[in-house]
């Protein structure tokens, strides 16, 4: 299965600024994903990384906020936007090769002060 | 997309015991499922139950699957501190997005 480095992998920010995190894979890989975990809770699918266009975003996410970038088929970036305290969560990437399982990154723990 | 629900959302049990976890959903699927997210950490995939199939091993867990109830169960066998997690009951979308439940928090006391 797929290798995949996500960084960093927590980080404090001050508010209003903005973050960009980084996830890279070991092998070309036909889908990748980005999902959020706020404390306590379960994920939720923020977009899809389109290689070479414009990301897929689900109800409730924009692109404003959560710019993403996918270049190649082994790479993507999420960046938080303008962030304030309810940005704090984990933020995982998450990627498919062919009809195997999403495998997962580690995450990225992202505290808002 | 529909999320399956979880029940319970906490389980705490002694080493050694057997852990059940339920999962129910609302429409139909193609598969269903399990992961495990140890400490807010990344997810691994534990089992994926197709539609057509009611039972599935893999090493101490068990997974079973009801589209006529539209439930579904994993069970850990002979249970290790190291199980201790959150498990997931996971579905998936049209466009292979993922669909967590709310997961149930296993605690495995020694």
């Known amino acids: 299965s797929a290798v995949i480095s996500q960084k960093p992998s927590r980080d404090i920010c001050q508010r209003g600024t903005s973050l960009t995190i980084q996830c890279q894979v070991d092998?070309?890989?036909?889908?990748m994903f980005w999902y959020r975990q706020q404390p306590g809770q379960s994920l939720t699918l923020i977009a899809t990384?389109?290689?070479?266009?414009?990301?897929?975003?689900e109800s409730g996410f924009v692109i404003d906020k959560f710019p993403i970038s996918r270049p190649n088929l082994t790479f993507s970036t999420l960046t938080v936007s303008n962030m304030s305290p309810e940005d704090s969560s984990i933020y995982l990437c998450s990627v498919l090769q062919g009809y195997q399982p999403q495998h997962f990154g580690d995450g990225t723990r992202l505290s808002i002060l | 997309s529909q999320q399956g629900e979880e029940d319970p959302q906490a389980l705490s049990i002694q080493e050694g015991e057997n852990a059940t976890m339920n999962c129910s959903y609302k429409t139909s699927i193609n598969n269903l499922q399990w992961y495990r997210q140890n400490s807010g950490r990344g997810l691994v995939h534990l089992i994926l139950?197709?539609?057509?199939?009611r039972e599935k091993h893999s090493g101490r867990l068990r997974v079973t699957l009801d589209t006529s109830k539209k439930s579904s169960s994993l069970l850990i066998t002979a249970s290790r501190a190291a199980d201790t997690a959150s498990y997931f009951c996971v579905l998936t979308g049209s466009a292979r997005q993922l669909t967590f439940g709310s997961g149930t928090q296993l605690t495995v006391l020694p």
């Open positions: 092998s070309q890989v036909t889908m």
């Open positions: 139950i197709r539609s057509n199939e």
């Open positions: 990384a389109n290689q070479g266009s414009e990301a897929t975003y």
